[in-house]
T-cell receptor
């Protein structure tokens, strides 16, 4: 079955450490997105990519980095420059042509600073 | 700019009650409109969508009608169940954008009591 997979489900980061969240899709979607969700709040866009080897900053890109070396993969690195990284991270993807499909979301990664 | 406004929650209902969650939007052109649902600890799932004025999206007993004259896309269900307890997000996809980006509302928490 096609879908979008995020791993790990839970991740713990020590102070000053970089961590990478994985996002893989087998839907042949063109665009991929990373969102951050804090408790009781909505979604905030971190980065997005419409095509391989290209990506754009969202609303809260500081302290994060991404790459898009393959169409299927869009990993997110939370760097030590992100001072408050504890949150729920969601990855999503969609087609860019043929109509408005909306997003398919992954099941999320919960990151906690210890 | 484009934006989505949802009624604040939490909304607390008894089982079998009628549900309405209000959503209004601001956008140029003719956006597509979506409702997503998020169960605790999970990613978002597409609930329904409408891509043009007067379209009605429906799924699992939920309905929403795209009203261009009132710029609204209110979510309704005739008889809620405990299993409908979740957070509901309204979103739009701007027709003028080719990024595929969705603009999300803040989410509305629904609690259904037996």
């Amino acid at each position: 079955d096609g879908g979008i997979t995020q791993s790990p489900k839970y991740l713990f980061r020590k102070e000053g450490q970089n961590v990478t969240l994985s996002c893989e899709q087998n839907l042949n979607h063109d665009a991929m997105y990373w969102y951050r969700q804090d408790p009781g709040q909505g979604l905030r866009l971190i980065y997005y990519s419409q095509i391989v080897n290209d990506f754009q900053k969202g609303d809260i890109a500081e302290g994060y980095s991404v790459s898009r070396e393959k169409k299927e993969s869009f990993p997110l690195t939370v760097t030590s420059a992100q001072k408050n990284p504890t949150a729920f991270y969601l990855c999503a993807s969609t087609f860019l042509t043929g109509g408005d499909y909306g997003y398919t979301f992954g099941s999320g990664t919960r990151l906690t600073v210890v | 700019g484009n934006s989505v406004t949802q009624m604040e929650g939490p909304v607390t209902l008894s089982e079998e009650a009628f549900l309405t969650i209000n959503c209004t939007y601001t956008a140029t052109g003719y956006p597509s409109l979506f409702w997503y649902v998020q169960y605790p600890g999970e990613g978002l799932q597409l609930l329904l969508k409408a891509t043009k004025a007067d379209d009605k999206g429906s799924n699992k007993g939920f309905e929403a009608t795209y009203r261009k004259e009132t710029t609204s896309f209110h979510l309704e269900k005739g008889s809620v169940q405990v299993s409908d307890s979740a957070v509901y997000f309204c979103a739009l996809s701007a027709s003028s954008s080719n990024t595929g980006k969705l603009i999300f509302g803040q989410g509305t928490t629904l609690q259904v009591k037996p």
